[in-house]
């Protein structure tokens, strides 16, 4: 490994862009399923349907048909001891005596072999089913 200088540093910093490179946009990228970020009073979400489905959410818990209703719920998918991976569910919440955990996926991204091994150790390691909308 290499090791640089300041004045290498402020060489390779000073230099101008590669011509047909637009610094602001070499970053930015377009969602992978199309989605569309979307925000409301209650922050920020990743589809408008998560929006959607959190406003319906709040609706029922000020009706009193759930209860303790949470968002972005991370969850450590442990097996044998050995952390396999997370699951960040998009709402939590009470109904009655039964816990619903509860994710907005398209029909797409429900599809995705990563998410359906995550629903999978879900039930497997918390006893939870993964309610999708």
């Not at 060489?11 to 199309?34: E, F, N, Q, W």
């Not at 699951?87 to 995705?112: F, N, P, Q, W």
Request: charged content about 30%; some cysteine; aromatic content about 6%.
């Amino acid at each position: 490994m290499a090791n640089w200088t300041e004045k290498d540093l402020a060489t390779i910093l000073s230099r101008a862009p590669m011509p047909g490179v637009d610094i602001d946009r070499a970053h930015t990228r377009k969602p992978k399923y199309r989605n569309q970020k979307a925000s409301n009073k209650d922050g920020t979400f990743d589809s408008g349907k998560e929006a959607r489905r959190w406003s319906e959410l709040v609706l029922l818990e000020r009706a009193g048909k759930i209860a303790q209703l949470r968002r972005q719920v991370p969850y450590a998918l442990v097996v044998n001891g050995i952390h396999v991976c997370s699951y960040i569910a998009d709402a939590v919440y009470s109904e009655g005596a039964r816990v619903v955990v509860e994710d907005t996926k398209s029909e797409v991204t429900r599809k995705l072999p990563v998410y359906r091994i995550k629903v999978k150790l879900m039930q497997a390691c918390h006893g939870l089913q993964v309610s999708e909308q």
